[in-house]
């Protein structure tokens, strides 16, 4: 086995490249190399008999379109489809080549190791592929092969690929030496918008072994092939052990009864059905030939599945041909039926001259295939050529864009097998007379009106941009629409331009008009000094675009640069608000246009005396109130943090508003805070207040000296002391709900010359709050909770 492994390796290096180890004199001398390959290609895990490796194409050609859409986007889409019904019983693995490096033929990769789906990071990996590079896809195919050790283990893989090898290597051969050395090697190929000519290049490695090659054209066809190829998968039967030589071979069986039916004539380029007696295996296959073709030749063809009949296409060619119904063990026909393809009667019609860039109607007699489409070349152009085109689909008449170039043209009715033109008719592409007009002169960055004679194209456009700039150059553009006219804005720089109507087909200018560009006179006016953080008034002369802006830069500062600014609207004044930093500024008009500076003027922007008040002392989680000495911006904040914290911390927190004080609650956690008023621009501390938070049930003292029981039975007497000095002034002591504010009350009791008074309690449970009250300062110089229990 190891010598066998070492010719496999050094055979595959010779047939894909030409590497001086080919020679036969030194072949087998250089086997080492090869060895070396095998074992670097081998050292990695063995696999089970379920596993299957998708090869995913990341070359560059995957960003073509189809209908629109990026063929890699739709791979994508597809391959989510794919995974949501993949089995957990068969495990995957994914190799990409093309999706890292351009023009390197070794740029592939082994991305998830075969194992089961993990659905979120197999898609992951998928859309993560971007493709760049070239198509290796034989030696993809061989890496994949060895990664699932197919010469010890059954190993599948399923390539896509969108075109053919180019990397100089034999795709066909190679597939035929990998069945060969394999146990159960197969390789079951999608080839996705492979031209027909390219297709036998990819279907060569499915039948060599013995896999499935399924052409996809669009979404909708790729999906039904993935879902085709799932299901081969799925329904493949275990390979068996291979038998051990008997001494004598059985006699061959015989082949069993098979029917086949199809039509006895089809239009070329049509689909038709086909039908059977009974399906020996799911992987035979359904196909048409010209008559008398070799075993095992097909055009094209469609495993029979589990189903009782397919839809073939029938070939371009006119002639005699047979329908077979082919086993898949050894490609031997069981049945056959001849059909004869036969020629369309096919007539298209448009008008006999369009002009350029414009759209028109094709109709035709009778669709042949939806597939088929309806193109526009120059007179005696090659088969298959095409410059637009469109999918005749189910309909009966396309619209197809006239040229940008005048000249005699011909639309054609082409068959989509073969890219067969089945009925032509003459265009002449005429040029069209248009005119261009707009203003002599216009002010930089304003927005002025231009007009034209005719639209040949609603997405035909109008351009402004320097006299004699390059065809298809532009600066500010607008589609034409289905209007007469279009605003376009001035460019900030003055000088000489061209007012440009350019048609989308070909970007090509049809007419232009010159249009002088001039710079406007402007200024600005702002206060000379504001307080930081402060909206101000700003206004100027005249607006030149409703888009212009006004700012307030440090002197200085870089064109185009701003911290604050306002459009100007339609308006003749906006209010800026002044940076949080005081210094030097300047309030700047800028132009929309370029961000080109029009005006401006300097302002100084100075700091602001404030402070903030606060209690020294409050309870955890209760409300207190804040004030300050005057308020800077409505939006400004007050907010408490704890002592030390960071600039633009905050915990709760209150806008300013118009008001002169907030409610906030204090936080739950006992310790030390501050209150700070913060500046909205630039979150800066302007004031703070240190406050203690102490624990929610703490007695707090302002001077009363007050002494409370910590808890006492619902509706018992207890006694209340304090040792405040008496004076002349109506001072309480009163019990209140913990949460009540802070003058009213459940009893009051009159303080006189005594220290002492009893208080009864209320029966209901609860927290309670006994409060020493100054009611000639309104001052609570006391407050003690009582628990009152059951």
Excluded at 154 to 178: K, M, R, Y
Excluded at 185 to 191: D, K, M, Q
Excluded at 669 to 694: I, Q
């Amino acid at each position: 086995m190891r010598r066998s492994r070492i010719a496999f390796a050094t055979n595959l290096l010779c047939r894909r490249h030409a590497y001086p180890i080919c020679s036969e004199d030194i072949r087998m001398k250089n086997a080492a190399i090869a060895l070396s390959l095998l074992i670097g290609l081998s050292a990695v895990t063995t696999f089970a008999a379920e596993d299957v490796m998708i090869v995913y194409d990341g070359s560059n050609s995957m960003w073509g379109q189809i209908d629109g859409i990026a063929k890699i986007e739709t791979a994508r889409e597809v391959m989510a489809d794919l995974i949501e019904t993949w089995p957990q019983s068969t495990n995957l693995g994914l190799m990409a080549y093309g999706h890292r490096r351009e023009g390197d033929c070794g740029d592939i990769e082994l991305m998830i190791p075969p194992g089961p789906v993990d659905a979120n990071s197999f898609l992951a990996t998928v859309n993560g592929i971007i493709p760049r590079g070239k198509t290796p896809l034989t030696d993809a195919v061989v890496e994949a092969a060895e990664t699932l050790s197919f010469r010890d283990n059954p190993a599948t893989v399923v390539l896509i690929s969108d075109g053919i090898e180019s990397c100089q290597a034999d795709p066909c051969s190679i597939a035929a030496e990998l069945e060969q050395q394999g146990i159960a090697f197969t390789t079951h190929v999608i080839g996705f918008d492979v031209a027909r000519e390219d297709q036998r290049q990819l279907s060569c490695i499915a039948e060599n072994t013995g896999g499935t090659f399924v052409p996809a054209q669009d979404a909708d066809e790729l999906r039904n092939a993935m879902t085709q190829v799932q299901a081969v998968i799925q329904t493949a039967p275990e390979p068996e052990p291979q038998p051990e030589p008997e001494p004598e071979p059985e006699p061959e069986p015989e082949a069993p009864e098979q029917t086949v039916s199809a039509p006895a004539t089809v239009t070329f380029g049509t689909e038709f059905t086909v039908t059977w007696g009974e399906t020996i295996n799911p992987r035979d296959w359904i196909t048409i030939v010209p008559v008398g073709a070799e075993e095992g030749d097909y055009l094209a063809f469609q495993r029979v599945q589990g189903d009782d009949s397919v839809e073939i296409r029938a070939p371009a060619d006119p002639g005699l041909y047979e329908v077979r119904y082919v086993l898949e063990e050894g490609s031997k026909t069981l049945a056959s039926t001849p059909v004869e393809v036969v020629e369309a009667e096919q007539t298209v019609s448009a008008p006999a001259s369009v002009t350029f860039g414009t759209e028109f109607t094709v109709t035709w007699g009778e669709t042949v295939n939806p597939r088929d489409w309806i193109t526009i070349v120059p007179v005696g152009a090659d088969e298959g050529d095409y410059l637009a085109f469109q999918r005749v689909q189910g309909d009966d008449s396309v619209e197809i864009r006239a040229p940008a170039d005048p000249g005699l043209y011909e639309v054609r009715y082409v068959l989509d097998e073969g890219s067969k033109t089945l009925a032509s008719t003459p265009v002449e592409v005429v040029e069209a007379e248009q005119t261009v007009s707009a203003p002599a002169s216009v002010t930089f960055g304003t927005e002025f009106t231009v007009t034209w004679g005719e639209t040949i194209n609603p997405r035909d456009w109008i351009t402004i941009v320097p006299v004699g700039a390059e065809e298809g150059d532009y600066l500010a553009f607008q589609r034409v629409q289905g209007d007469d006219s279009v605003e376009i804005r001035a460019p900030a720089d003055p000088g000489l331009y061209e007012v440009r109507y350019v048609l989308d087909e070909g970007s090509k200018t049809l007419a232009s008009t010159p249009v002088e560009v001039v710079e406007a006179e402007q200024t600005v006016s702002a206060p000379a000094s504001v307080t930081f953080g402060t909206e101000f008034t700003v206004t100027w002369g005249e607006t030149v675009n409703p888009r212009d802006w006004i700012t307030i830069v440090p002197v200085g500062a870089d064109e185009g640069d701003y911290l604050a600014f306002q459009r100007v609207q339609g308006d003749d004044s906006v209010e800026i608000r002044a940076p949080a930093d005081p210094g030097l500024y300047e309030v700047r008009y800028v132009l929309d246009e370029g961000s080109k500076t029009l005006a401006s003027t300097p302002v100084e922007v100075i700091e602001a005396e404030q402070s903030v008040s606060a209690p020294a002392i409050v309870r955890a989680e209760s409300a207190f109130t804040v004030t300050w000495s005057e308020t800077i911006n409505p939006r400004d904040w007050i907010t408490i943090v704890p002592a030390g914290a960071e600039e633009g911390d905050y915990l709760a927190f209150q806008r300013v508003q118009g008001n002169d004080n907030v409610e906030l609650q204090a936080p739950a956690e006992p310790g030390l805070y501050e209150v700070r008023y913060v500046l909205d621009e630039g979150s800066k501390t302007l004031a703070a207040s240190p406050m203690e938070v102490v624990a929610a049930d703490a007695p707090l003292d302002d001077g009363a000296g007050l002494v409370v029981p910590a808890s006492a039975a619902p509706g018992e007497t207890i006694s209340v002391s304090w040792t405040i000095v008496p004076e002349d002034a109506d001072r309480r002591v009163t019990l209140a709900a913990s949460d009540a504010p802070d003058f009213t009350w459940i009893s009051a009791h009159p303080v006189g010359p005594e220290t002492e008074t009893d208080i009864t309690l209320p029966t209901e449970p609860g927290q309670y709050e006994v409060r020493f009250l100054d009611l000639s300062r309104q001052e609570v110089l006391g407050r003690a909770i009582i628990a009152v229990g059951n």
